[in-house]
Protein backbone atom coordinates (compact mmCIF):
# COMPACT_ATOMS: atom_id res chain seq x y z
CA UNK A 1 0.00 0.00 0.00
CA UNK A 2 1.23 3.76 -1.39
CA UNK A 3 2.15 5.94 1.57
CA UNK A 4 0.59 9.55 1.85
CA UNK A 5 1.95 11.94 0.09
CA UNK A 6 2.16 15.46 1.72
CA UNK A 7 -0.40 15.89 -1.22
CA UNK A 8 -2.43 13.78 -0.03
CA UNK A 9 -2.17 15.01 3.48
CA UNK A 10 -2.69 18.41 2.58
CA UNK A 11 -6.22 17.97 0.96
CA UNK A 12 -6.89 15.52 4.10
CA UNK A 13 -6.27 18.69 6.00
CA UNK A 14 -9.07 20.96 3.88
CA UNK A 15 -11.92 18.32 4.32
CA UNK A 16 -11.50 18.13 7.69
CA UNK A 17 -11.91 21.59 8.13
CA UNK A 18 -14.95 21.70 5.44
CA UNK A 19 -13.91 22.26 2.44
CA UNK A 20 -16.12 20.50 -0.09
CA UNK A 21 -14.19 22.15 -3.54
CA UNK A 22 -11.22 23.68 -4.73
CA UNK A 23 -11.50 26.12 -7.62
CA UNK A 24 -8.80 26.42 -10.04
CA UNK A 25 -6.85 25.78 -13.28
CA UNK A 26 -4.56 22.68 -13.51
CA UNK A 27 -1.01 22.93 -14.05
CA UNK A 28 2.53 20.87 -13.91
CA UNK A 29 3.62 22.25 -9.76
CA UNK A 30 0.07 21.40 -8.68
CA UNK A 31 -0.71 18.03 -10.02
CA UNK A 32 0.03 16.01 -7.35
CA UNK A 33 -2.73 18.18 -5.33
CA UNK A 34 -5.80 17.63 -8.31
CA UNK A 35 -4.22 13.75 -8.53
CA UNK A 36 -5.26 13.86 -4.29
CA UNK A 37 -8.45 15.69 -4.76
CA UNK A 38 -9.11 12.78 -7.46
CA UNK A 39 -8.47 10.08 -4.79
CA UNK A 40 -10.01 11.77 -1.47
CA UNK A 41 -14.27 11.21 -0.79
CA UNK A 42 -16.02 14.55 0.43
CA UNK A 43 -13.98 17.04 -1.56
CA UNK A 44 -14.35 18.11 -5.59
CA UNK A 45 -12.26 19.51 -8.30
CA UNK A 46 -13.45 22.42 -10.13
CA UNK A 47 -11.92 23.59 -13.04
CA UNK A 48 -12.76 26.97 -14.22
CA UNK A 49 -10.86 28.92 -17.33
CA UNK A 50 -9.68 31.62 -15.00
CA UNK A 51 -8.04 32.14 -11.85
CA UNK A 52 -9.03 35.09 -10.99
CA UNK A 53 -12.54 33.16 -11.30
CA UNK A 54 -11.90 30.33 -8.98
CA UNK A 55 -11.31 32.76 -5.97
CA UNK A 56 -14.38 34.98 -6.78
CA UNK A 57 -16.18 31.90 -6.62
CA UNK A 58 -14.50 29.86 -3.46
CA UNK A 59 -15.04 33.75 -1.82
CA UNK A 60 -18.87 33.76 -3.09
CA UNK A 61 -19.29 29.97 -1.12
CA UNK A 62 -17.88 31.25 1.47
CA UNK A 63 -19.97 34.25 2.14
CA UNK A 64 -23.24 32.14 0.81
CA UNK A 65 -22.29 28.72 2.80
CA UNK A 66 -21.20 30.39 6.42
CA UNK A 67 -17.74 28.08 5.85
CA UNK A 68 -14.15 27.75 4.67
CA UNK A 69 -13.98 27.39 1.07
CA UNK A 70 -10.74 26.64 -0.84
CA UNK A 71 -9.17 27.71 -4.17
CA UNK A 72 -5.74 27.20 -6.27
CA UNK A 73 -3.08 28.47 -8.76
CA UNK A 74 -0.55 26.59 -10.24
CA UNK A 75 3.17 28.25 -9.86
CA UNK A 76 3.64 31.89 -11.28
CA UNK A 77 1.64 33.05 -13.24
CA UNK A 78 -0.89 31.00 -12.51
CA UNK A 79 -1.56 31.61 -8.69
CA UNK A 80 -0.82 35.52 -9.75
CA UNK A 81 -4.05 35.11 -11.18
CA UNK A 82 -5.58 34.55 -8.18
CA UNK A 83 -4.64 38.16 -6.54
CA UNK A 84 -8.17 40.13 -7.55
CA UNK A 85 -10.28 37.36 -6.29
CA UNK A 86 -8.61 37.35 -3.10
CA UNK A 87 -8.58 40.77 -2.22
CA UNK A 88 -12.44 40.71 -2.68
CA UNK A 89 -12.92 37.94 -0.52
CA UNK A 90 -10.47 39.24 2.13
CA UNK A 91 -12.29 42.44 2.12
CA UNK A 92 -15.64 40.88 2.47
CA UNK A 93 -14.66 38.99 5.43
CA UNK A 94 -15.07 35.45 3.36
CA UNK A 95 -13.27 32.66 5.06
CA UNK A 96 -10.67 31.43 2.00
CA UNK A 97 -8.06 29.27 2.37
CA UNK A 98 -5.85 29.80 -1.10
CA UNK A 99 -2.94 27.05 -2.42
CA UNK A 100 -0.40 29.03 -4.50
CA UNK A 101 1.85 26.02 -5.60
CA UNK A 102 5.20 26.82 -6.74
CA UNK A 103 8.24 26.26 -8.41
CA UNK A 104 11.03 23.51 -7.46
CA UNK A 105 12.43 23.92 -4.37
CA UNK A 106 16.04 23.94 -5.28
CA UNK A 107 15.04 26.08 -8.15
CA UNK A 108 13.97 29.29 -5.43
CA UNK A 109 15.70 32.47 -6.02
CA UNK A 110 17.31 31.48 -8.97
CA UNK A 111 15.08 33.43 -11.37
CA UNK A 112 13.51 30.02 -12.94
CA UNK A 113 10.61 29.49 -15.39
CA UNK A 114 7.76 31.18 -13.83
CA UNK A 115 9.53 32.12 -10.54
CA UNK A 116 7.24 34.60 -8.60
CA UNK A 117 7.34 35.02 -4.82
CA UNK A 118 3.64 34.02 -3.94
CA UNK A 119 4.51 34.33 -0.06
CA UNK A 120 5.17 38.25 -0.44
CA UNK A 121 2.71 38.85 -3.30
CA UNK A 122 0.09 37.87 -1.49
CA UNK A 123 0.48 39.44 1.86
CA UNK A 124 -1.53 42.43 1.38
CA UNK A 125 -4.43 40.37 0.73
CA UNK A 126 -4.83 37.55 3.44
CA UNK A 127 -4.40 37.73 7.48
CA UNK A 128 -1.79 34.46 6.94
CA UNK A 129 0.81 33.87 3.97
CA UNK A 130 3.49 31.39 4.11
CA UNK A 131 5.58 29.16 2.16
CA UNK A 132 5.75 25.22 2.44
CA UNK A 133 9.91 24.62 2.60
CA UNK A 134 9.73 21.24 4.44
CA UNK A 135 7.47 18.14 4.59
CA UNK A 136 7.96 18.31 8.04
CA UNK A 137 6.56 22.02 8.49
CA UNK A 138 3.10 21.43 5.98
CA UNK A 139 0.70 19.98 8.79
CA UNK A 140 1.19 22.27 10.84
CA UNK A 141 1.50 25.52 8.32
CA UNK A 142 -1.85 24.38 6.18
CA UNK A 143 -3.58 24.48 9.81
CA UNK A 144 -2.67 27.50 11.26
CA UNK A 145 -3.80 29.30 8.07
CA UNK A 146 -6.94 27.66 8.32
CA UNK A 147 -7.33 29.06 11.63
CA UNK A 148 -6.25 32.43 10.77
CA UNK A 149 -9.05 32.53 7.54
CA UNK A 150 -11.96 30.99 9.88
CA UNK A 151 -11.21 33.29 12.94
CA UNK A 152 -10.08 36.10 11.53
CA UNK A 153 -12.76 35.93 8.60
CA UNK A 154 -10.46 36.20 5.54
CA UNK A 155 -7.83 34.96 3.51
CA UNK A 156 -5.04 32.53 3.89
CA UNK A 157 -2.72 31.68 1.47
CA UNK A 158 -0.14 28.43 1.61
CA UNK A 159 2.78 28.43 -1.27
CA UNK A 160 3.94 24.99 -1.52
CA UNK A 161 6.34 24.20 -3.90
CA UNK A 162 5.08 20.80 -6.61
CA UNK A 163 8.25 18.38 -5.70
CA UNK A 164 7.73 18.64 -1.84
CA UNK A 165 3.66 18.41 -2.49
CA UNK A 166 4.64 15.11 -4.21
CA UNK A 167 6.94 13.67 -1.60
CA UNK A 168 5.83 11.29 0.92
CA UNK A 169 4.44 12.52 4.19
CA UNK A 170 6.30 11.80 7.27
CA UNK A 171 4.80 9.17 9.59
CA UNK A 172 4.48 11.12 13.04
CA UNK A 173 3.13 14.56 11.86
CA UNK A 174 1.72 16.81 13.96
CA UNK A 175 -1.93 17.14 13.20
CA UNK A 176 -4.90 19.08 15.81
CA UNK A 177 -8.37 19.34 15.96
CA UNK A 178 -8.83 22.21 14.17
CA UNK A 179 -11.42 25.40 15.02
CA UNK A 180 -13.85 25.64 12.26
CA UNK A 181 -16.43 28.49 13.63
CA UNK A 182 -15.73 31.66 15.51
CA UNK A 183 -17.21 32.52 18.84
CA UNK A 184 -19.34 35.88 19.85
CA UNK A 185 -17.33 38.39 21.46
CA UNK A 186 -19.32 40.44 24.30
CA UNK A 187 -17.80 43.89 25.28
CA UNK A 188 -17.23 44.69 29.05
CA UNK A 189 -20.10 45.83 31.40
CA UNK A 190 -18.05 49.39 31.46
CA UNK A 191 -19.29 49.82 27.86
CA UNK A 192 -23.12 48.73 28.13
CA UNK A 193 -23.10 50.85 31.24
CA UNK A 194 -21.59 54.01 29.07
CA UNK A 195 -23.62 52.97 26.09
CA UNK A 196 -26.94 53.14 28.14
CA UNK A 197 -25.93 56.26 29.67
CA UNK A 198 -25.66 58.39 26.18
CA UNK A 199 -28.79 56.83 24.57
CA UNK A 200 -30.33 58.01 28.41
CA UNK A 201 -28.84 61.59 27.27
CA UNK A 202 -29.77 61.47 23.71
CA UNK A 203 -33.65 62.56 22.88
CA UNK A 204 -32.72 61.50 19.15
CA UNK A 205 -31.30 58.10 18.56
CA UNK A 206 -30.73 56.90 14.76
CA UNK A 207 -29.43 53.79 14.29
CA UNK A 208 -27.03 53.14 10.86
CA UNK A 209 -26.54 49.19 10.25
CA UNK A 210 -24.32 47.34 8.10
CA UNK A 211 -23.29 44.01 7.20
CA UNK A 212 -22.35 43.07 11.31
CA UNK A 213 -25.86 42.98 11.82
CA UNK A 214 -26.24 39.58 9.78
CA UNK A 215 -28.10 37.43 12.77
CA UNK A 216 -29.06 40.77 14.71
CA UNK A 217 -32.21 41.77 12.79
CA UNK A 218 -34.54 40.75 16.10
CA UNK A 219 -32.43 42.70 18.45
CA UNK A 220 -31.81 45.62 15.95
CA UNK A 221 -35.46 45.74 15.42
CA UNK A 222 -36.35 45.96 19.22
CA UNK A 223 -33.80 48.17 20.08
CA UNK A 224 -35.11 50.27 17.52
CA UNK A 225 -39.03 49.73 19.28
CA UNK A 226 -37.16 50.92 22.60
CA UNK A 227 -35.72 53.86 21.54
CA UNK A 228 -38.41 55.19 18.35
CA UNK A 229 -34.84 55.62 16.34
CA UNK A 230 -34.99 55.52 12.79
CA UNK A 231 -33.05 52.67 11.09
CA UNK A 232 -30.78 53.47 8.16
CA UNK A 233 -28.27 51.33 6.38
CA UNK A 234 -25.14 51.05 4.23
CA UNK A 235 -25.41 48.66 0.77
CA UNK A 236 -24.01 45.53 2.60
CA UNK A 237 -26.85 46.13 5.52
CA UNK A 238 -29.11 46.18 3.18
CA UNK A 239 -30.24 42.22 2.79
CA UNK A 240 -29.97 42.04 7.01
CA UNK A 241 -31.74 44.98 7.88
CA UNK A 242 -34.67 46.37 5.57
CA UNK A 243 -36.92 43.52 5.64
CA UNK A 244 -39.79 43.41 8.67
CA UNK A 245 -38.59 46.63 9.15
CA UNK A 246 -41.29 49.48 10.38
CA UNK A 247 -38.39 51.79 10.96
CA UNK A 248 -36.68 51.78 7.82
CA UNK A 249 -35.56 55.04 6.59
CA UNK A 250 -33.17 53.93 3.79
CA UNK A 251 -29.35 54.01 2.72
CA UNK A 252 -26.73 56.43 2.52
CA UNK A 253 -23.99 57.16 0.84
CA UNK A 254 -23.30 57.40 -3.08
CA UNK A 255 -25.85 54.73 -4.22
CA UNK A 256 -28.22 56.31 -1.23
CA UNK A 257 -31.85 56.69 -1.29
CA UNK A 258 -34.73 57.91 1.01
CA UNK A 259 -34.12 60.16 4.20
CA UNK A 260 -30.91 57.87 5.77
CA UNK A 261 -29.23 60.81 5.36
CA UNK A 262 -31.37 63.70 7.15
CA UNK A 263 -31.67 60.95 9.76
CA UNK A 264 -28.46 60.79 10.72
CA UNK A 265 -27.19 64.11 11.03
CA UNK A 266 -30.55 65.66 12.52
CA UNK A 267 -29.93 62.90 15.72
CA UNK A 268 -28.76 63.31 18.94
CA UNK A 269 -26.75 60.46 18.83
CA UNK A 270 -25.80 58.19 15.57
CA UNK A 271 -25.27 54.87 16.79
CA UNK A 272 -22.99 53.04 14.37
CA UNK A 273 -23.93 48.56 14.27
CA UNK A 274 -21.61 46.70 12.57
CA UNK A 275 -20.66 49.19 9.82
CA UNK A 276 -17.38 49.92 7.85
CA UNK A 277 -18.99 52.92 6.01
CA UNK A 278 -16.32 53.93 3.60
CA UNK A 279 -17.51 57.10 2.48
CA UNK A 280 -17.10 59.72 5.83
CA UNK A 281 -18.34 62.98 3.85
CA UNK A 282 -21.73 60.99 4.43
CA UNK A 283 -21.57 61.07 7.92
CA UNK A 284 -22.28 63.54 10.49
CA UNK A 285 -19.26 65.56 12.35
CA UNK A 286 -21.42 67.39 14.73
CA UNK A 287 -23.78 64.97 16.60
CA UNK A 288 -22.00 62.10 19.21
CA UNK A 289 -21.43 59.03 17.53
CA UNK A 290 -21.02 55.52 18.66
CA UNK A 291 -19.79 52.77 16.86
CA UNK A 292 -20.18 48.83 17.58
CA UNK A 293 -18.14 46.54 15.91
CA UNK A 294 -16.36 42.87 15.99
CA UNK A 295 -13.35 43.88 14.47
CA UNK A 296 -11.85 46.58 16.85
CA UNK A 297 -9.24 47.76 14.14
CA UNK A 298 -12.42 49.20 12.62
CA UNK A 299 -13.35 51.30 15.24
CA UNK A 300 -13.05 55.20 14.57
CA UNK A 301 -11.16 55.01 11.54
CA UNK A 302 -13.98 56.34 9.24
CA UNK A 303 -15.33 59.30 12.13
CA UNK A 304 -14.42 60.44 15.47
CA UNK A 305 -16.44 58.31 18.17
CA UNK A 306 -17.71 59.29 21.50
CA UNK A 307 -17.65 55.24 22.23
CA UNK A 308 -15.84 52.86 20.71
CA UNK A 309 -17.55 49.03 21.62
CA UNK A 310 -15.62 46.05 20.63
CA UNK A 311 -18.60 43.13 20.75
CA UNK A 312 -20.83 41.57 18.00
CA UNK A 313 -23.52 43.59 17.54
CA UNK A 314 -26.32 40.56 18.69
CA UNK A 315 -24.57 40.05 21.66
CA UNK A 316 -23.64 43.26 22.61
CA UNK A 317 -27.73 44.56 21.85
CA UNK A 318 -28.73 41.31 24.02
CA UNK A 319 -27.18 42.77 27.00
CA UNK A 320 -28.56 46.14 26.33
CA UNK A 321 -32.20 45.83 25.16
CA UNK A 322 -33.48 45.56 28.78
CA UNK A 323 -31.80 47.62 30.39
CA UNK A 324 -33.61 50.36 28.40
CA UNK A 325 -36.23 52.05 29.38
CA UNK A 326 -38.94 52.05 25.65
CA UNK A 327 -39.67 55.38 25.13
CA UNK A 328 -43.73 56.97 24.31
CA UNK A 329 -42.40 59.82 21.66
CA UNK A 330 -42.03 59.11 18.34
CA UNK A 331 -42.18 62.52 16.43
CA UNK A 332 -38.64 62.24 15.52
CA UNK A 333 -39.04 58.93 13.96
CA UNK A 334 -42.26 59.78 12.69
CA UNK A 335 -40.81 62.68 10.81
CA UNK A 336 -37.81 60.74 9.09
CA UNK A 337 -40.54 58.06 8.26
CA UNK A 338 -42.58 61.05 6.45
CA UNK A 339 -39.55 62.37 4.64
CA UNK A 340 -38.22 58.71 3.46
CA UNK A 341 -41.71 57.98 1.74
CA UNK A 342 -41.64 61.60 0.18
CA UNK A 343 -38.01 61.18 -1.09
CA UNK A 344 -39.12 57.52 -2.57
CA UNK A 345 -41.87 58.49 -4.36
CA UNK A 346 -40.74 61.60 -5.93
CA UNK A 347 -37.93 59.92 -7.19
CA UNK A 348 -40.14 56.74 -8.49
CA UNK A 349 -42.35 59.10 -10.58
CA UNK A 350 -40.01 60.17 -13.33
CA UNK A 351 -39.42 56.19 -14.72
CA UNK A 352 -43.28 55.12 -13.80
CA UNK A 353 -44.85 56.75 -17.15
CA UNK A 354 -44.47 54.84 -19.75
CA UNK A 355 -41.61 53.01 -19.19
CA UNK A 356 -43.21 49.92 -20.71
CA UNK A 357 -42.71 51.19 -24.34
CA UNK A 358 -39.41 53.09 -23.81
CA UNK A 359 -36.86 51.99 -25.83
CA UNK A 360 -34.33 51.12 -25.37
CA UNK A 361 -35.48 49.76 -22.34
CA UNK A 362 -35.01 51.73 -18.85
CA UNK A 363 -32.70 49.46 -17.14
CA UNK A 364 -34.86 50.69 -13.66
CA UNK A 365 -37.41 48.78 -15.08
CA UNK A 366 -35.33 45.72 -15.74
CA UNK A 367 -34.12 45.45 -12.35
CA UNK A 368 -38.01 45.84 -11.03
CA UNK A 369 -39.22 43.28 -13.25
CA UNK A 370 -36.22 41.52 -12.25
CA UNK A 371 -37.20 41.13 -8.19
CA UNK A 372 -40.88 40.79 -9.20
CA UNK A 373 -39.98 37.60 -11.33
CA UNK A 374 -36.75 36.33 -9.07
CA UNK A 375 -37.56 33.35 -6.18
CA UNK A 376 -38.17 34.48 -2.79
CA UNK A 377 -34.82 32.53 -1.95
CA UNK A 378 -33.12 33.38 -4.30
CA UNK A 379 -29.52 34.73 -4.64
CA UNK A 380 -28.33 37.54 -6.85
CA UNK A 381 -24.72 38.57 -7.20
CA UNK A 382 -24.38 41.98 -8.69
CA UNK A 383 -21.65 43.48 -11.02
CA UNK A 384 -19.99 46.54 -9.74
CA UNK A 385 -21.10 49.90 -11.69
CA UNK A 386 -24.45 50.18 -12.77
CA UNK A 387 -25.69 47.51 -11.59
CA UNK A 388 -24.92 47.78 -8.00
CA UNK A 389 -27.65 51.01 -8.36
CA UNK A 390 -29.86 48.66 -9.26
CA UNK A 391 -29.01 45.97 -6.78
CA UNK A 392 -29.54 48.67 -3.95
CA UNK A 393 -32.69 50.28 -4.97
CA UNK A 394 -35.19 47.84 -6.84
CA UNK A 395 -33.82 44.12 -4.89
CA UNK A 396 -36.43 43.68 -2.32
CA UNK A 397 -34.99 41.91 0.64
CA UNK A 398 -36.98 39.76 2.88
CA UNK A 399 -34.90 37.74 5.22
CA UNK A 400 -34.33 34.77 2.50
CA UNK A 401 -32.74 36.34 -0.67
CA UNK A 402 -28.75 37.02 -0.58
CA UNK A 403 -27.42 39.29 -2.35
CA UNK A 404 -23.62 39.81 -2.74
CA UNK A 405 -21.39 41.93 -4.95
CA UNK A 406 -17.47 43.67 -4.78
CA UNK A 407 -18.98 45.94 -2.40
CA UNK A 408 -15.75 46.86 -0.63
CA UNK A 409 -13.19 46.08 -3.15
CA UNK A 410 -15.15 47.23 -6.24
CA UNK A 411 -14.12 44.82 -8.95
CA UNK A 412 -15.08 44.73 -12.11
CA UNK A 413 -16.17 41.01 -13.44
CA UNK A 414 -17.29 39.70 -10.56
CA UNK A 415 -21.24 38.56 -10.95
CA UNK A 416 -20.13 35.29 -13.13
CA UNK A 417 -17.43 34.30 -11.28
CA UNK A 418 -19.31 34.82 -7.58
CA UNK A 419 -22.35 32.95 -9.34
CA UNK A 420 -20.53 29.95 -9.81
CA UNK A 421 -19.42 29.75 -5.87
CA UNK A 422 -23.00 30.84 -4.95
CA UNK A 423 -24.62 27.57 -7.33
CA UNK A 424 -22.07 25.15 -6.14
CA UNK A 425 -23.44 25.73 -2.67
CA UNK A 426 -27.14 24.58 -3.82
CA UNK A 427 -27.71 23.41 -7.31
CA UNK A 428 -31.53 23.73 -6.74
CA UNK A 429 -31.24 27.59 -5.14
CA UNK A 430 -31.82 30.08 -7.72
CA UNK A 431 -29.12 32.24 -8.52
CA UNK A 432 -29.04 34.91 -10.52
CA UNK A 433 -26.00 37.22 -12.21
CA UNK A 434 -26.48 40.85 -12.29
CA UNK A 435 -24.37 40.96 -14.87
CA UNK A 436 -23.41 44.48 -16.93
CA UNK A 437 -21.95 44.50 -20.43
CA UNK A 438 -18.59 45.29 -19.22
CA UNK A 439 -17.68 43.28 -16.46
CA UNK A 440 -19.56 39.97 -18.45
CA UNK A 441 -17.44 40.19 -21.16
CA UNK A 442 -13.95 40.49 -18.95
CA UNK A 443 -14.30 36.76 -17.74
CA UNK A 444 -16.77 35.72 -20.13
CA UNK A 445 -14.70 32.74 -20.81
CA UNK A 446 -16.23 31.52 -17.51
CA UNK A 447 -19.91 31.37 -18.62
CA UNK A 448 -18.27 28.21 -19.99
CA UNK A 449 -18.07 26.64 -17.06
CA UNK A 450 -21.88 27.15 -16.31
CA UNK A 451 -22.05 24.80 -19.06
CA UNK A 452 -19.85 22.70 -18.41
CA UNK A 453 -21.20 21.64 -15.06
CA UNK A 454 -24.41 21.86 -16.85
CA UNK A 455 -24.83 24.91 -13.48
CA UNK A 456 -28.64 26.52 -13.91
CA UNK A 457 -27.34 29.86 -13.07
CA UNK A 458 -29.16 32.44 -14.88
CA UNK A 459 -27.07 35.77 -15.75
CA UNK A 460 -29.47 38.74 -16.65
CA UNK A 461 -27.03 41.26 -18.61
CA UNK A 462 -27.96 45.00 -18.39
CA UNK A 463 -25.80 46.04 -21.82
CA UNK A 464 -26.14 49.53 -22.82
CA UNK A 465 -22.91 48.99 -24.70
CA UNK A 466 -20.83 51.34 -22.72
CA UNK A 467 -18.67 51.14 -19.17
CA UNK A 468 -21.50 53.28 -17.98
CA UNK A 469 -20.36 54.27 -14.25
CA UNK A 470 -17.22 55.15 -15.74
CA UNK A 471 -18.54 57.39 -18.29
CA UNK A 472 -20.64 58.61 -15.52
CA UNK A 473 -17.37 59.27 -13.38
CA UNK A 474 -16.13 61.49 -16.38
CA UNK A 475 -18.98 63.59 -17.10
CA UNK A 476 -18.79 64.62 -13.71
CA UNK A 477 -15.55 65.86 -13.53
CA UNK A 478 -16.22 67.80 -16.44
CA UNK A 479 -14.75 65.45 -19.10
CA UNK A 480 -15.78 64.39 -22.54
CA UNK A 481 -16.66 60.35 -22.30
CA UNK A 482 -13.51 58.54 -23.90
CA UNK A 483 -12.95 55.05 -24.15
CA UNK A 484 -15.95 54.11 -22.34
CA UNK A 485 -17.75 52.84 -25.64
CA UNK A 486 -18.09 49.33 -26.08
CA UNK A 487 -18.81 47.23 -29.02
CA UNK A 488 -20.62 44.40 -28.16
CA UNK A 489 -21.30 40.91 -30.30
CA UNK A 490 -25.33 39.35 -29.48
CA UNK A 491 -24.33 37.54 -26.48
CA UNK A 492 -27.71 35.66 -26.30
CA UNK A 493 -26.09 34.50 -29.60
CA UNK A 494 -23.00 33.21 -28.04
CA UNK A 495 -24.49 31.71 -25.05
CA UNK A 496 -26.38 29.84 -27.53
CA UNK A 497 -23.72 28.80 -29.67
CA UNK A 498 -21.95 27.48 -25.94
CA UNK A 499 -24.86 25.20 -25.30
CA UNK A 500 -27.30 27.17 -22.73
CA UNK A 501 -30.39 29.13 -23.26
CA UNK A 502 -30.29 32.43 -24.50
CA UNK A 503 -32.64 35.19 -26.00
CA UNK A 504 -31.97 38.94 -26.69
CA UNK A 505 -34.52 41.36 -25.74
CA UNK A 506 -34.65 44.83 -27.40
CA UNK A 507 -38.90 45.96 -26.43
CA UNK A 508 -40.00 46.06 -23.28
CA UNK A 509 -42.85 44.01 -23.12
CA UNK A 510 -40.62 41.10 -24.00
CA UNK A 511 -38.67 41.41 -21.03
CA UNK A 512 -40.73 39.64 -18.44
CA UNK A 513 -41.61 36.94 -20.65
CA UNK A 514 -37.81 36.51 -21.15
CA UNK A 515 -36.96 36.00 -18.02
CA UNK A 516 -39.62 33.47 -16.68
CA UNK A 517 -38.65 31.53 -19.62
CA UNK A 518 -34.87 31.34 -18.37
CA UNK A 519 -35.88 30.92 -14.90
CA UNK A 520 -38.15 28.00 -16.04
CA UNK A 521 -35.39 26.46 -18.19
CA UNK A 522 -33.39 23.57 -16.15
CA UNK A 523 -29.71 24.92 -17.19
CA UNK A 524 -27.66 27.82 -17.32
CA UNK A 525 -29.56 30.75 -18.87
CA UNK A 526 -28.72 34.06 -20.25
CA UNK A 527 -30.98 37.21 -20.72
CA UNK A 528 -29.18 40.15 -23.23
CA UNK A 529 -31.31 43.16 -22.18
CA UNK A 530 -30.59 45.95 -24.47
CA UNK A 531 -30.84 48.86 -21.82
CA UNK A 532 -30.48 52.92 -21.87
CA UNK A 533 -27.26 54.19 -21.04
CA UNK A 534 -29.14 57.90 -20.51
CA UNK A 535 -31.63 57.58 -17.93
CA UNK A 536 -29.30 59.02 -15.99
CA UNK A 537 -28.85 62.37 -13.10
CA UNK A 538 -27.57 63.32 -9.78
CA UNK A 539 -28.31 61.34 -6.52
CA UNK A 540 -30.93 63.62 -4.10
CA UNK A 541 -27.94 64.26 -1.34
CA UNK A 542 -24.59 65.53 -1.94
CA UNK A 543 -22.46 68.30 -1.09
CA UNK A 544 -19.81 69.93 -3.85
CA UNK A 545 -16.72 67.99 -2.17
CA UNK A 546 -18.74 64.63 -2.71
CA UNK A 547 -19.18 65.93 -6.63
CA UNK A 548 -15.60 66.12 -6.77
CA UNK A 549 -15.03 63.12 -5.10
CA UNK A 550 -16.75 61.24 -7.09
CA UNK A 551 -13.85 61.09 -10.06
CA UNK A 552 -11.77 59.65 -7.42
CA UNK A 553 -13.19 56.04 -7.07
CA UNK A 554 -14.89 53.46 -9.12
CA UNK A 555 -19.17 53.26 -7.72
CA UNK A 556 -19.54 56.55 -6.60
CA UNK A 557 -21.81 58.20 -8.84
CA UNK A 558 -25.68 56.95 -8.95
CA UNK A 559 -28.44 57.27 -11.10
CA UNK A 560 -32.16 59.17 -9.32
CA UNK A 561 -33.95 56.08 -10.84
CA UNK A 562 -37.14 54.62 -8.86
CA UNK A 563 -37.04 52.22 -5.92
CA UNK A 564 -38.86 49.31 -6.90
CA UNK A 565 -41.24 48.12 -4.34
CA UNK A 566 -39.55 50.62 -1.35
CA UNK A 567 -41.80 53.08 -2.21
CA UNK A 568 -44.97 50.62 -1.07
CA UNK A 569 -42.92 49.56 1.85
CA UNK A 570 -42.35 53.12 2.80
CA UNK A 571 -46.15 53.87 2.61
CA UNK A 572 -46.87 51.01 4.61
CA UNK A 573 -45.00 52.18 7.65
CA UNK A 574 -46.48 55.81 7.35
CA UNK A 575 -49.98 53.89 7.83
CA UNK A 576 -48.40 52.34 11.26
CA UNK A 577 -48.15 56.24 12.80
CA UNK A 578 -50.46 56.54 15.02
CA UNK A 579 -52.71 59.32 14.90
CA UNK A 580 -53.46 62.20 17.90
Not at 185 to 198: C, F, H, S, T, Y
Not at 335 to 356: C, I, Q, S, W
Not at 410 to 418: C, I, K, R, T, V
Request: overall charge neutral; some cysteine; proline content about 5%.
Amino acid sequence: MAKQTVAGQFVDILVRAGVQRLYGVVGDSLNPIVDAVRRTAGIDWIQVRHEEVAAFAAGAEAQIAGRLAACAGSCGPGNLHLINGLFDAHRSMAPVLALASHIPSSEIGTGFFQETHPDRLFTECSHYSEMISSRDQMPRVLQTAVQNAIGLSGVSVVSLPGDIADQEAPERSIEHALVTSRPTVRPGDAEIDQLLRMIEEAGKVTLFCGSGTAGAHAEVMELAERLKAPVGHALRGKEWIQYDNPYDVGMSGLLGYGAAYEATHECDLLILLGTDFPYNAFLPDDVKIVQVDVRPERLGRRSKLDLAVWGDVRETLRCLNPRITPRKSRKFLDRMLKKHADALEGVVKAYTRKVEKHTPIHPEFVASVLDEEAADDAVFTVDTGMCNVWAARYISPNGRRRVIGSFTHGSMANALPQAIGAQFTDRRRQVVSMSGDGGFSMLMGDFLTLVQYDLPVKVALSNNSSLGMVELEMMVAGLPAYGTANHNPDFAAIARAAGAHGVRVEKPKELRGALRDAFRHKGPALVDVVTDPNALSMPPKISRDMVQGFALSAGKIVLEGGVGRMVQMARSNLRNIPRP
